[in-house]
T-cell receptor, first 115, second 115 residues
Framework: AQTVTQSQPEMSVQEAETVTLSCTYDTSESNYYLFWYKQPPSRQMILVIRQEAYKQQNATENRFSVNFQKAAKSFSLKISDSQLGDTAMYFCAFTHAVNTDKLIFGTGTRLQVFP | DTGVSQDPRHKITKRGQNVTFRCDPISEHNRLYWYRQTLGQGPEFLTY????????KSRLLSNRFSAERPKGSFSTLEIQRTEQGDSAMYLC?????????????FGPGTRLLVL
């Protein structure tokens, strides 16, 4: 069975600094997708970034980038130039590529950005 | 607003009552998903539809739960004889068909409290 593990329940960072959130996963599949979603307090889940496992190049979206290590089954999220609006729960998630149905989520990391 | 919408946003009910939630996906999305999120946890998959066909149900979806998507557009999730353990956020997500079906877009959720 596929599992997603986020070992950092809480993180904090000062505004304008860089922070990295960790995620590891377990699967026997060779082709899959990985995601980071952001869930601000009392607001809906928003897609931050998406990575296709067959692509070696790490995905980037403005201040957000990932470090995808397929052999190590690691998928960390780096947030550069942190902003107060980045304060949220961040969830790492996985889905198959062949039969893209359910997302499997980690337990989340609560990120607090301080001024 | 062309995103995923859910109604109601909040529901308080007494144990033993039935409740029904509605989800309207993004208009061109043919896949629709239901997840449950309890406090401090990541979302857990409940069920998903491709058009009007319900293709997968989680073991979490007991026989008190039923979901429908009668015309392949909006979906309803009904919980019969609610229990206190059903208190959670119920999230709906949708995705495009074909190549981009792996990326799911979430609604704001329905927060259920069973007294």
């Amino acid at each position: 069975a596929q599992t997603v593990t986020q070992s950092q329940p809480e993180m904090s960072v000062q505004e304008a600094e860089t922070v990295t959130l960790s995620c590891t996963y377990d699967t026997s599949e060779s082709n899959y997708y990985l995601f980071w979603y952001k869930q601000p307090p009392s607001r809906q889940m928003i897609l931050v970034i998406r990575q296709e496992a067959y692509k070696q190049q790490n995905a980037t979206e403005n201040r957000f980038s990932v470090n995808f290590q397929k052999a190590a089954k690691s998928f960390s999220l780096k947030i550069s130039d942190s902003q107060l609006g980045d304060t949220a729960m961040y969830f790492c998630a996985f889905t198959h590529a062949v039969n893209t149905d359910k997302l499997i989520f980690g337990t989340g990391t609560r990120l607090q950005v301080f001024p | 607003d062309t995103g995923v919408s859910q109604d109601p946003r909040h529901k308080i009910t007494k144990r033993g009552q039935n409740v029904t939630f509605r989800c309207d996906p993004i208009s061109e999305h043919n896949r629709l998903y239901w997840y449950r999120q309890t406090l401090g946890q990541g979302p857990e998959f409940l069920t998903y539809f491709q058009n009007e066909a319900q293709l997968e149900k989680s073991r979490l979806l007991s026989n008190r739960f039923s979901a429908e998507r009668p015309k392949g557009s909006f979906s309803t999730l009904e919980i019969q004889r609610t229990e206190q353990g059903d208190s959670a956020m119920y999230l709906c997500a949708s995705s495009l068909p074909g190549r981009y079906s792996e990326t799911q877009y979430f609604g704001p959720g329905t927060r259920l409290l069973v007294l």
